[in-house]
């Protein structure tokens, strides 16, 4: 834990649900780095780091785990580690001591993990006890159904390694069953998989398909158990897969995930950042071209947001804002240079560095970004940080004489472990497949079957990578964002009037009532004023009234979720700026209806104080501490305003209200936004930010560590070192007085205050609305606006050259065509009756919900 400079430790800390089974008290950080010293020269620490694993680490812990991340983490860097210390043994200087005690170790969590695999279909669990196993009461764990597709699809390289290391066949077997398993279970139209998989019945549960989050690796790890078993099965069904994944998922520079039964219909209007891993595995495969095309899209998007944000959309706009420090991006920046040789890659991977420098680097390590928009921090410091990032940018600048091993002998696991590829002709007991006959006819043309060359791809043009990329130089700045109207225009291009538009219903309006009950649409009246829509679409007065509703409702749900977005204030920053801090501890804050907008005015800089009564629910006594600084704040016994007014009274700058509700955080709780006291507030001139308990507290022990400790409250972080810690200190009070001043006289034309709350404090979560169509709860309820959306959307409203096109006409003229092709009404890129619609619509609403909720 980067910020609070600790280790984390599974029990101890409040959970974060499944990102914490990665974590099973088995010192997870110090086994993922192991390989990674021995990369970076570092074989003394690698020495000690392996004595501390031997002698201190345990795996015989009462602890559930994911069996996904303790094989590509733990297993993975038992095996990383053990293959560098043979290596270095051999080599006659280093290790000299070491006995296969690590390969020991894997062994034994190999068999630890081995009870997960007893399903019928050979797809293991998702969850472990590492003391206990499956199923048994103490073990608290066997009664899932799902896992993800990568979880059951990325286990044969540790496996097999595992087993022509020791022998024990067991692992390889248990490993190539799930795969076989997997690929009888593609979806035998598209060649596709879902994300989700029943263990037990071998369906689907999730059926969008795409090459980031839940499937990625099972994808890599069919190419890389060809190159490290050598076995041509593995290759044939990767090329099989790759062949549907390019006909279907990728739309260069886009990869969109689609629905593996109706692979022509986009699942979603966003991206997700683990499909960065992508073009690195295009280079291993040989396809050098859209490799370029998606990294050089994934790089605008970069260079926008300093990080690339965990998911982001087809018009590159934030959709979930955070960054854990993943590795992918550069992963592929590393391949793509080696594929290349193109010194455009260094410069890329130069400004990786820089923004990890600048933004993520705090005193205990590197922390990951809770929100690229504010580049406030979040407590973590994931172990693939440093086996995967540290690993894969220190071999983009490497010369082959900086390694001290021949790095092209290795293949890198999911986790970028290195395996030696002389495991091919170790120990292979396991009977290949040879089933060349159920497999596709493949395209001989596109290097299904050969190594990438550069020579033969780009012979004497070095200048090719960049003739692919130059079209593509604007793709994101000069991307149109798609409205909400024009892209509701669509979906009544039937050519028809529509009997209601969304925006101009009125609940009071007979006619609006009756058009409604026409489409099958019912108007239910909450107990608490608020007015929900449902429709059905049998009670539809025919098929097109039926449509005409789905459509409606469509909109609604838009213009709600537009409407709801707009009354969300963004989250705020609060970075401590002193010694030793230095503008590195960036901490995310939730901003207030009322006082000084601090999007619209400069940040606000000064030195805290708390004030007292702490509280701030009465005028305060001791208003010569928080004169002309930021006061300190407790939550509770009295509305936000009113602490606000008295610390302004008492002459504060700023007011930062912290939390009481001990061991609250931003890492897991949403949002929380301030709200006023239902009256005029326009006499709150000073900026009010909320922190959460954990975030407060680290201001608090800081007073307590430094006494002086000067913040900066901002809308975004300001960069830091080198200029922070160069800048001048105000030196006075009266500095920061005469600071104060200038806001609090600048504000009071331009503060900008969204509608008063009359309740009391409440979260973003909880404003009551008049209408509330977010609430309907029929299938036109869920995502279908994500469902019907057109791949081909975002290139029909931006062209390569960066100019927005006109999308009414594009979409009249399509209107046009698709009309005279069909009578059914068009939609996407099919043409569906309306009730194969609605019954796709309904088999896709779970999974829709669950992919909205999941984490990655
Ligand atoms: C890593 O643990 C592995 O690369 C995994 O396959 C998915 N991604 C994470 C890091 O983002």
């Given at each position: 834990?980067?910020?609070t400079?600790?280790?984390?430790v ?10 914490d089974d990665a974590?099973?008290k088995?010192?997870l ?6 390989d990674?010293?021995v990369v ?8 000690d780091a392996?004595r ?6 345990n795996?015989?812990?009462?602890v ?9 983490r ?7 580690g053990?293959s560098l210390a043979?290596?270095l ?10 006995n ?11 068999y630890?993990?081995l009870p997960?695999?007893n399903?019928?279909?050979g797809?293991?669990?998702?969850r472990?006890n590492?003391?206990f ?8 764990t ?9 979880c059951?699809?990325t286990?044969i ?28 279970k ?8 879902g ?15 795409g090459?980031?989050?839940?499937i ?8 890389k158990?060809?190159?490290l ?12 897969h790759y062949d ?9 520079p886009?990869?969109l995930?689609?629905?593996i ?7 979603r209007?966003?991206?997700?950042a ?14 050098i ?12 998007v970069?260079k926008?947001h300093?990080?690339l944000?965990?998911a982001f ?7 979930w804002?955070?960054?854990?420090l993943?590795?992918?991006?550069a992963e592929s920046t ?5 594929a ?14 820089e923004n ?8 205990c ?6 929100d690229v ?26 010369d082959?004489e900086?390694?001290?091993f021949d ?12 395996l030696?590829l002389w ?8 009977s ?6 159920e497999?596709t ?9 050969t190594?990438?060359n ?6 004497n ?20 964002p ?5 892209v ?10 529509p ?5 101009d219903?009125?609940?009071t309006?007979?006619e609006?009532?009756e058009?409604?009950?026409?489409m ?9 004023g ?13 098929s097109?009234d039926?449509?005409?509703g ?6 609604m ?5 537009q409407?709801?977005?707009e ?5 705020r920053?609060v970075q ?5 801090f ?7 804050a ?8 601090l999007?619209?005015?400069?940040e ?11 509280n ?10 928080v004169m ?9 016994q009295c509305?936000?305003a009113?602490k ?5 009274n008492a ?11 001990e ?9 929380f936004?301030m ?19 954990k975030?407060g507290?680290?201001i ?5 560590e ?9 809308d975004?972080?300001k ?15 009266n ?12 504000s ?37 606006s994500e469902?019907?959306?057109?791949p ?19 979409l ?19 043409v569906?009756?309306i009730?194969?619609i609605l019954?796709?619509w309904n088999?896709?609403i ?6 909205e909720?999941?984490?990655?």
């Amino acid at each position: 834990m980067p910020l609070t400079c600790r280790g984390r430790v599974r029990g101890q800390e409040p959970s974060r649900g499944d990102v914490d089974d990665a974590l099973g008290k088995f010192s997870l950080t110090l086994i993922d780095s192991l390989d990674t010293l021995v990369v970076l020269n570092k074989t003394k620490e690698f020495e000690d780091a392996v004595r501390k694993v031997l002698r201190d680490v345990n795996l015989d812990n009462d602890v559930v785990v994911s069996v996904f991340e303790t094989n590509i983490r733990v297993l993975g860097g038992l095996l990383g580690g053990h293959s560098l210390a043979i290596m270095l043994k051999e080599k006659g200087e280093h290790m000299q001591w070491y006995n296969d005690e690590l390969l020991q170790m894997a062994k034994q969590l190999g068999y630890k993990l081995l009870p997960a695999f007893n399903t019928t279909s050979g797809l293991p669990y998702p969850r472990i006890n590492l003391k206990f196993g499956i199923r048994k009461p103490e073990a608290r764990t066997g009664t899932e159904t799902d896992t993800c597709t990568a979880c059951a699809g990325t286990l044969i390289l540790e496996f097999a390694a595992l087993s022509r290391f020791t022998g024990a066949t067991i692992f390889e077997e248990y490993a190539r069953k799930a795969l076989d398993f997997l690929w009888e279970k593609r979806q035998r139209s598209s060649n596709l998989v879902g994300v989700t998989i029943n263990i037990h019945t071998g369906d689907w549960v999730r059926k969008d398909s795409g090459v980031g989050a839940g499937i990625d690796s099972y994808y890599e790890y069919l190419l890389k158990a060809y190159v490290l078993l050598g076995d041509d099965s593995f290759l044939e069904r990767f090329n099989t897969h790759y062949d549907a994944i390019m006909r279907y998922i990728s739309q260069p520079p886009l990869l969109l995930d689609v629905h593996i039964h109706k692979p022509m219909l986009n699942a979603r209007t966003w991206m997700d950042a683990l499909l960065a891993f992508f073009p690195g595995l295009q280079v291993l495969k040989g396809d050098i071209r859209p490799a370029i095309e998606t990294h050089e899209m994934l790089y605008q998007v970069i260079k926008k947001h300093n990080f690339l944000p965990e998911a982001f959309t087809t018009d590159f706009r934030v959709h979930w804002a955070q960054h854990p420090l993943r590795p992918e991006f550069a992963e592929s920046t590393y391949f793509l240079y080696k594929a290349t040789g193109d010194p455009y890659y260094l410069e890329v991977g130069k400004t990786l560095i820089e923004n990890l420098n600048k933004y993520a680097r705090v005193p205990c390590g590197f922390a990951a970004m809770k929100d690229v928009r504010t580049g406030s921090h979040e407590d973590r410091m994931d172990s693939f940080f440093l086996a995967e990032m540290f690993k894969y940018l220190y071999l983009l600048f490497a010369d082959k004489e900086d390694i001290i091993f021949d790095i092209e002998d290795y293949i890198f696991t999911t986790e970028a472990h290195l395996l030696p590829l002389w495991l091919s002709t170790t120990n292979q007991s396991i009977s290949k497949k040879n089933t060349t006959s159920e497999y596709t006819e493949l395209d001989d043309s596109n290097f299904d079957w050969t190594c990438p060359n550069t020579q033969i791809l780009f012979p004497n043009d070095p200048l090719y990578a960049q003739s692919i990329r130059e079209p593509l130089k604007n793709v994101v700045d000069k991307s149109c964002p798609r409205g909400i109207i024009r892209v509701r225009e669509e979906s009544f291009r039937s050519g028809a009037k529509p009997p209601l538009r969304a925006r101009d219903f009125m609940a009071t309006n007979p006619e609006h009532l009756e058009i409604l009950k026409k489409m099958g649409v019912s108007l239910i009246h909450l107990k608490d004023g608020r007015v929900q829509l449902v429709q059905h679409a049998i009670q539809a007065a025919s098929s097109i009234d039926a449509e005409d509703g789905l459509r409606f409702m469509q909109e609604m749900i838009e213009l709600s979720s537009q409407q709801q977005k707009e009354q969300q204030l963004p989250p705020r920053a609060v970075q401590i700026v002193s010694h030793p801090f230095f503008g590195r501890v960036v901490l995310t804050a939730g901003p207030a209806q009322f006082g000084l907008d601090l999007s619209k005015h400069k940040e606000t800089r000064g030195f805290v104080a708390s004030s007292k009564p702490y509280n701030g629910c009465s005028e305060l006594t001791n208003p010569e501490a928080v004169m002309g600084k930021i006061a300190l704040i407790q939550r509770g016994q009295c509305m936000f305003a009113e602490k606000a007014r008295n610390i302004q009274n008492a002459g504060a700058i700023g007011g930062i209200v912290i939390d009481d509700n001990e061991g609250s955080s931003s890492d897991t709780a949403p949002l929380f936004q301030m709200a006023g006291d239902g009256k005029d507030t326009d006499d709150i001139k000073i900026p009010m930010l909320f922190l959460f308990s954990k975030e407060g507290s680290i201001i608090l022990d800081a007073i307590r560590e430094y006494e002086e400790v000067e913040v900066l409250l901002s809308d975004k972080a300001k960069d830091r070192d080198p200029e922070m810690e160069n800048e001048e200190q105000p030196s006075s009070e009266n500095d920061s007085q005469n600071q104060s001043a200038e806001q609090i006289s600048s504000s009071s034309q331009e503060v900008d205050l969204v509608d008063q709350e009359s309740s009391e404090e409440n979260s973003l979560n909880s404003h009551p609305e008049s209408l509330s169509p977010a609430d309907m709860d029929n299938a036109a309820s869920i995502s279908p606006s994500e469902q019907t959306s057109n791949p081909t959307e975002n290139h029909e409203t931006t062209n390569l050259n960066g100019e927005c096109t006109d999308l009414d006409n594009q979409l009249q003229e399509q209107s046009e065509t698709e009309e005279d092709s069909n009578p059914n009404v068009s939609w996407g890129k099919k043409v569906q009756p309306i009730d194969s619609i609605l019954a796709d619509w309904n088999e896709d609403i779970e999974a829709f919900e669950m992919m909205e909720k999941d984490e990655l």
